[in-house]
């Protein structure tokens, strides 16, 4: 009989992170999303194939190199563990990868726009430039995933893609961070197709960013 591990850290973090999207409103219909946590340079957790009363137990260990290491997985992640996966290779202090169909930033990668930073939100946690869009594959196809690390290399500093006809995958350095980042897309998304109605969302002044670090640092200080 194999012994059951004790849920990680990262394991209690994931699933908080997991109901946090629902509770935050930034699930569409479907309420379809992965989730993954790394565990070490070689392995992270990854959700099931669902979210919806998602429990530590649940989640599956896999290897970057596609291997299914401990736990069970429905078809619809085993063709997204590659999706996880160069993410992981691309960008090493990355802890946490959060992929969603959040319907407006769905619009925006539906039409192939480019999200851009203009609330204090997405600049404060983790994304201040625009959410750059990643041209449409099957999701975990080659095409797809070649497409997601030739963006992570052109950006070299973007904690979130839009994937093309698709969503959004956000990453960061652990899981409530992450979830942070996707609520904060997903108002901006909100916030951009609203201000559509009034004339337009303007940027922010130049120095914004630094201006947000030093009121920042006053305030830890
Ligand atoms: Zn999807």
Same mark, same amino acid.
């Given at each position: 009989m194999t012994e059951t591990p004790t849920p990680s850290k990262q394991a209690h973090? $994931? @699933?908080?992170?997991? *109901?946090?999207? !629902? /509770? /935050?409103? @930034?699930?569409? #219909?479907?309420? #379809?999303?992965? $989730?993954?946590? =790394?565990? *070490? %340079? *070689? =392995? !992270? $957790?990854? /959700? +099931? %194939? !669902? @979210?919806?009363?998602? =429990? +530590?137990? #649940?989640?599956? /260990? @896999?290897? $970057? *190199?596609?291997q299914l290491l401990e736990g069970e997985l429905r078809s619809v992640s085993t063709e997204i563990i590659a999706m996880h996966s160069a993410v992981y290779r691309a960008r090493p202090q990355v802890g946490a990868i959060i992929h969603t169909h959040s319907p407006a930033a769905t619009a925006f990668a539906v039409a192939h726009r480019p999200l851009p930073c203009r609330t204090e939100p997405m600049l404060r946690f983790g994304q201040p430039e625009d959410v750059p869009v990643v041209p449409w594959g099957p999701r975990g196809s080659d095409v797809s995933v070649r497409g997601i690390a030739d963006v992570l290399r052109l950006r070299p500093t973007t904690s979130a893609v839009l994937l093309a006809n698709h969503g959004l995958l956000v990453f960061g350095p652990d899981s409530p961070a992450t979830a942070h980042l996707v609520v904060a897309i997903e108002e901006s998304a909100e916030a951009e197709l609203a201000a559509a109605a009034l004339g337009g969302a303007v940027d922010f002044p130049a120095g914004a960013l630094e201006a947000v670090r030093a009121s920042i640092a006053r305030v830890a200080s």
């Open positions: 973090q $994931l @699933v908080e992170a997991a *109901d946090n999207l !629902f /509770t /935050t409103g @930034v699930m569409s #219909h479907s309420g #379809h999303a992965n $989730l993954s946590a =790394r565990l *070490d %340079g *070689d =392995r !992270f $957790l990854l /959700t +099931p %194939g !669902f @979210v919806r009363g998602l =429990r +530590p137990e #649940h989640l599956a /260990t @896999v290897s $970057l *190199d596609g």
